[in-house]
């Protein structure tokens, strides 16, 4: 008896292992069928973060004068001209100590920053460079480099054409002025009236003769990313004759440069608007130029709205959001690496998974956009052209699931 029920609980056990494991099969299996997606154009706001770099019109005022400071605005305050912003006033008991103020550096980074324009010599070079470069290339029948290089080749002169077109027209966006003559007396003070309306700043980086609207587009940006910036204060109870005191800045119009990818410059349009997000606040800019700098690209925005801090912030990290980019949409979970390149499972011939690698443009916290029709991708170590994925094929949504020839349906 105790024999026979044990065998009836054995042959329920196996039973239930036999149901589980059926079930179980045919539940992937239908997953498998259902967990496609057709591929469609669509669009994504699609998101890029980068570092950027402030360029203004700053005027910066400079005094004559030695003695000692009271202030009448604070820093960031708007103010218009022939205000007063501060006042410079003598008393021998303060001022004694002028003499052992530190020397403050005020010519910036110095000669280093000779070494971050790049002229048009350099530009001439760069160009009869890559023309020798394209040349070499189609003797030894590197055809695919001879893309590239012409590619090159077009931002170079473009570029170059852009310089031309731009130099008569750019204004220098960075004046000095000093302030004050004689000495003061005892009792006298003399008050420094805003020569012209905009934002005060008691700060300065040392870098305002540099980073100046006119050399926007003959900078080394890669070099100048490296460069540290520091910004110094210029309050002071005491000044000395010479120093520069304060900053009247431009709040009407600035421009924010970001250093970009060279394959992203065909993303931008210029006369474009783009949203952004600086510093945690939602802006928005024109996309003025896009261009080459070396192995990379600048994106040149006009701003009119004021950021937080903005007439003392010179570097900073910038969130673009270009909206309504049109793309093949394929969901993110289909976006699987196989041997280092990525790409999708598509369904194929006799149902079978295909893989089909993809760049990817651009992506949210669902969806990627891919760049559609042949691709440019690395095989053991040479370039070679390939077919991606095409509109109304089929994805499998959870690539990692599957491998080439997988049996889907």
Avoid: C
């Avoid at 460079?129 to 394209?134: C, T």
């Amino acid at each position: 008896m105790k024999l026979n029920i044990w065998r009836m609980l054995k042959n329920l056990f196996i039973f239930g292992l036999i149901i589980y494991f059926s079930v179980t099969v045919i539940m992937n299996f239908l997953n498998k069928e259902n967990s496609m997606e057709t591929v469609t154009y669509g669009q994504l706001n699609l998101e890029n973060k980068y570092g950027a770099i402030i360029f203004r019109n700053e005027l910066l005022i400079s005094t004559n004068i030695s003695g000692n400071v009271r202030y009448s605005v604070s820093d960031g305050e708007k103010v218009k001209k022939k205000s007063k912003v501060m006042e410079i006033y003598f008393d021998a008991n303060k001022v004694a100590n002028i003499n052992d103020k530190d020397e403050k550096n005020e010519d910036g980074l110095g000669e280093s920053t000779q070494n971050l324009i790049v002229s048009e010599d350099d530009l001439e070079d760069e160009i009869g460079s890559i023309v020798d470069g394209i040349i070499q290339a189609r003797k030894d029948g590197k055809f695919l480099q001879i893309k590239d290089l012409k590619q090159d080749l077009d931002l170079k002169i473009d570029k170059k054409n852009m310089l031309n077109n731009l130099s008569e027209n750019i204004n220098t966006s960075f004046q000095q002025t000093f302030v004050g003559q004689n000495e003061l007396s005892e009792g006298q003070s003399i008050p420094l009236l805003a020569p012209k309306s905009g934002i005060v700043t008691f700060s300065t980086d040392d870098m305002e003769s540099v980073l100046t609207l006119e050399n926007i587009y003959t900078l080394d940006y890669e070099k100048l990313m490296k460069e540290p910036i520091t910004v110094r204060s210029l309050s002071y109870d005491v000044v000395k004759a010479g120093e520069p005191v304060y900053k009247i800045v431009d709040n009407s119009l600035w421009m924010l440069v970001a250093l970009i990818e060279k394959d992203e410059i065909s993303l931008y349009e210029e006369g474009r608007y783009v949203n952004l997000e600086i510093d945690g606040q939602f802006s928005y800019g024109v996309i003025s130029k896009v261009f080459e700098t070396g192995t990379k690209g600048v994106l040149v925005l006009k701003m009119t709205e004021q950021i937080p801090d903005f007439q003392k912030t010179r570097l900073t990290e910038v969130k673009i959001i270009r909206e309504n980019y049109q793309g093949l949409k394929v969901p993110k979970l289909a976006i699987v690496l196989n041997d280092s390149q990525q790409g999708v499972y598509i369904l194929g011939v006799d149902n079978r998974a295909a893989f089909r690698p993809v760049k990817v443009i651009g992506y949210d916290d669902e969806y990627v956009i891919v760049k559609d029709g042949m691709i440019n991708i690395e095989v053991d170590g040479k370039e070679k052209y390939v077919r991606s994925i095409e509109i109304h094929d089929e994805v499998l949504i959870n690539g990692s699931d599957y491998r080439d020839g997988d049996k889907v349906r």
